[in-house]
């Protein structure tokens, strides 16, 4: 007749590896969620710093387009001369010019200033494509990092439910065998490896949910705010 001690290492063996090929037929895929990364991607672009300093550049370089265009207007110079009233009807300057009693006003310009102006405004426009640019191949990135994480995330909120499950069993199998120690039906060794079996799972628990956190947190940090504000 086989040791019981040895008929309850076997079974414990037998739990183990059956609940190893659960876990290892699990997959993530059935817990991601493309609208929900979605709105994680779409919460990072919001509250995360650097995606809001590119938008002001965006915002800085389409304020810089309209600057170039109204500065068109800089190109026309107004002047005035006064010639105050005197006994004479009008007043003649230094270059032989008369001018009537009065103010006299003008409008000048710069044929370099004008030859300027559709450079600048071009400059300006490029520089505005080039922040566009820019914020898109930000948005790119910061969309791969997010989903990265979230992955990351629902493996490891995975692997601690299952882990949980591991750790539930071989409480069970613990009481179960302390119960029957009490009553002489196993031996001390029995009951001794079903207890170390139950330790090992509850150490492997805490890990798992440490590593739970972490994702968590890198997740958070990204998307500015906390999970569970993401409806």
């Known amino acids: 007749m086989v040791p019981k001690y040895i008929a309850l290492l076997v079974l414990l ?14 997959s993530i895929l059935p817990n991601i969620s493309d609208s929900f ?78 030859l300027q102006k559709p450079t600048l405004v071009k400059i300006a426009r490029e520089e505005y494509d080039i922040a566009e640019m ?23 909120m995975t692997s601690l439910n299952w882990k949980t499950k591991n750790m539930e069993s ?21 009951y001794n490896a079903a207890y170390l079996n139950y330790s090992g799972s509850v150490q492997t628990k805490m890990e798992a949910e440490t590593a739970y956190l972490i994702a968590k947190s890198n997740l958070e940090e990204i998307i500015g705010v906390k999970l569970e504000e993401i409806k």
């Open 13 to 26: 063996f037998i739990v183990n590896i059956s609940l190893a090929q659960e876990t290892s037929q699990e």
């Open 37 to 114: 990364i979605e709105k994680l991607v779409a919460s990072a672009k919001i509250h995360y710093p650097k995606a809001k300093t590119f938008e002001d550049r965006v915002s800085i370089a389409r304020l810089n387009v309209q600057k170039a265009k109204l500065d068109w207007f800089n190109i026309l110079t107004f002047n005035y001369i006064y010639a105050p009233s005197t006994s004479t009807s009008s007043v003649t300057t230094s270059t032989g010019l008369s001018y009537a009693n009065g103010y006299q006003f003008g409008l000048g310009t710069s044929i370099g200033n004008i």
């Open 134 to 156: 820019n914020q898109e191949e930000y948005f790119l990135n910061i969309t791969a990092i997010v989903k990265q994480r979230y992955y990351v995330y629902i493996q490891q």
């Open 170 to 190: 071989a409480d069970r199998i613990a009481k179960e065998n302390k119960y029957k120690f009490e009553k002489g039906e196993i031996t001390f060794d029995a």
